[in-house]
């Protein structure tokens, strides 16, 4: 019993461990791609704006600095309703989807000799009821 619980704390101990570090690493890229992304808007901007419409040319923390204004005026901060996430919309995508196209695909292998012997006739039989009802109209 003493090395079961022992085991349990120790994986507990273990998930939490990852957990954090999985969240300091998620910080700390994070971080890093606004850097990088800061610089890539700053060379951009200094490369395009001053010459196409007269603007003063960035420093980096201004760069930085507009991103995350454009991001708090414009951009969303995602759902904080865990329920929604992306995961639940697939599944509910894929559903969705296959209630509607069934999964069921044995049945077509009759689906040629099918159109030869009444899908033609059935669809000529379409069009002449368009054209009846077009010309009703």
């Not at 101990?13 to 957990?19: D, S, Y």
């Amino acid at each position: 019993m003493k090395d079961y619980v022992e085991h349990q704390v120790k994986s507990k101990a273990e998930k939490f461990f990852r957990g954090f570090f999985k969240v300091v690493f998620m910080i700390i890229a994070a971080i890093a791609f606004l850097l990088l992304f800061g610089y890539g808007f700053m060379l951009l901007w200094n490369w395009l704006m001053p010459d196409v419409f007269g603007l003063p040319i960035l420093t980096y923390w201004k760069a930085v600095g507009i991103l995350v204004m454009a991001k708090i005026l414009f951009g969303s901060f995602g759902d904080m309703d865990s329920k929604k996430g992306p995961k639940k919309q697939k599944k509910k995508f894929r559903e969705r989807i296959g209630t509607k196209c069934g999964s069921d695909f044995s049945k077509w292998e009759f689906y040629d000799e099918f159109w030869k012997q009444e899908g033609e006739d059935a669809f000529n039989e379409f069009v002449r009821r368009k054209d009846q009802n077009d010309a009703i109209e």
